[in-house]
């Protein structure tokens, strides 16, 4: 159901950098909306992590970035560590009758 | 500082139906992008619900017709009526206040299971 596809899982050495990349359509980010990017921790709600493609809500570090062209966006997190382990998920606005709302498939973030 | 509580979740059975709560302390609901959000074990995150400051409500087609949401001022609390439930509308539910097209704050969830 989800209609911003992520890679099922990622996984990067301690202080190594990795990447989630979120592919989505015309109707969404192709359309110039903004992608948003949460992070959930095992057994806990998702905490917001980046909105408007780039930016950094208070609190989070800036070890965590984000970008967005074309039809796609992608998260990066430089000086990985065993805290970053969690599920990550991009978001978006989509303007197609079926949903305002959409969700990327979701990523597991291991460290190995 | 901003919460969200949850609450109202639990087992029901099939074709039954189920209010949750959302107590916000912190901020005013009627004053912003309130929405609700579920995953199903072991699932992505879905979109379900929202209303806005004007009172203007949307649904996701997965539950239009079925799910209602509303809000009471006086008690500063959101609510998700949900009808004729179904086994895929287990999932755990979760209150957001928003970001005009984001989710910034995120309650804890509460469980709804729908099984006979």
């Known amino acids: 159901q989800s209609v911003l596809t992520q890679p099922p899982s990622v996984s990067g050495a301690p202080g190594q950098r990795v990447t989630i990349s979120c592919t989505g359509s015309s109707s969404n980010i192709g359309a110039g909306y903004d992608v948003h990017w949460y992070q959930q921790l095992p057994g806990t709600a998702p905490k917001l992590l980046i909105y408007?493609?780039?930016n950094r809500p208070s609190g989070v570090p800036d070890r965590f970035s984000g970008s967005k062209s074309g039809t796609s966006a992608s998260l990066a997190i430089t000086g990985l560590q065993a805290e970053d382990e969690a599920d990550y998920y991009c978001?978006?606005?989509?303007?197609?009758?079926?949903?305002?709302?959409?969700f990327g498939t979701g990523t597991k973030v291991t460290v190995l | 500082e901003v919460q969200l509580v949850e609450s109202g979740g639990g087992l029901i059975q099939p074709g039954g139906s189920l209010r949750l709560s959302c107590a916000a302390s912190g901020f005013i609901v009627s004053r912003n992008y309130m929405r609700w959000v579920r995953q199903a074990p072991g699932k992505g995150l879905e979109w379900v619900s929202a209303i806005y400051s004007g009172g203007s409500t949307y649904y996701a087609d997965s539950v239009k017709g079925r799910f209602t949401i509303s809000r009471d001022n006086s008690k500063n609390t959101l609510y998700l009526q949900m009808n004729s439930l179904r086994a895929e509308d287990t999932a755990v539910y979760y209150c957001t206040r928003g970001g005009d097209e984001y989710f910034q704050h995120w309650g804890q969830g509460t469980l709804v299971t729908v099984s006979s």
């Open positions: 978001q978006s606005y989509d303007s197609s009758l079926s949903a305002f709302y959409v």
């Open positions: 408007g493609n780039s």
